[in-house]
């Protein structure tokens, strides 16, 4: 079983059933399809039941605040563009305390891969209404159900110009594992919401109410060049759920466009700053 070298053997505390399962599973599998060993990545986590999975993990992991993966995640990766950094958000994490810094991290197109744990409630703190919770939803911290219109994590990827948009669902190991790996290849920053059913908390987005609705983009004849029909897709949510790569384009990674960080210079923290010539520079400072 090559795909336990990724695990630990810590036990795992998700309750049975949760779909935080099938992203763990997938996640592994990719890295095993793409070659990576466990010393390639670094996983920086949010705080929430997904963050948990810093425990089962055996890559080298960070956990970060609620909602501050992202910057930590973007000053990894500026030190050392060798590593193959991940951020592993929740929803509330990432769309909440964590909205501004997806915006600017998706723009800055630096080569990370986000993945968002989207079970559109907050689980760790047991069951309050997240950014993600659908209108009217009826949760302890919205009695009267939920007034305000949910953040969509598609639409808000591609207005922020993020260059990979894509959403899964855990109910399909299989189709989320093809896309982390093409997330995971993506020059540039990727963006996976994956559809992840809380079983103990949210009642109304459960692994029955997806089966009955999501549908394969690729298979619909989806072009994910074009941004418009990613943006009209985007929109679709009800009856029936897209699922896969909305939205794809090649452009310059951040990397590319800063003189000290180029291909061909040494990653930050291979560089020799031991005998840098410091003196003009508080002469200039006087
Ligand atoms: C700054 C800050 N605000 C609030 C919290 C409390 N808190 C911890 S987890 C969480 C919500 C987690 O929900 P989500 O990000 O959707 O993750 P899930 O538990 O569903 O995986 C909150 C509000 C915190 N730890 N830090």
Redesign the pocket.
Known sequence: MEIDKFKTEEKVTWCQGCG?FGIWVALRQAFLELGWGPEDVLLVY???????MINYLNNYGFDA????GLPLAQGAKLANKNLNVIVI??????F??GGNHFIHAARRNLDITCII?????????VG?T?P?SEKGFVTKSTPHGAPDQPVNPISLSLASEASFVARGFSGDVKHLTKLFVDGLKHKGFSVIDVL?P?VT?NHLNTFQYFFQRVYKLDEAGHNHNDKISAFTKSFEWGDKIPIGLFYKEERPILEELLPQLKPEEKSLVDQDIYNIEIKSLFEEFK
Do not use: P, V
């Open positions: 935080n949010g705080i929430g039941c997904h963050g948990h605040l609620h909602g501050r958000a929740g929803d509330g994490d990432q909440g305390e744990h989207d079970n559109q409630i907050y689980g760790l703190t309050q997240s993600t992840q809380c908390l």
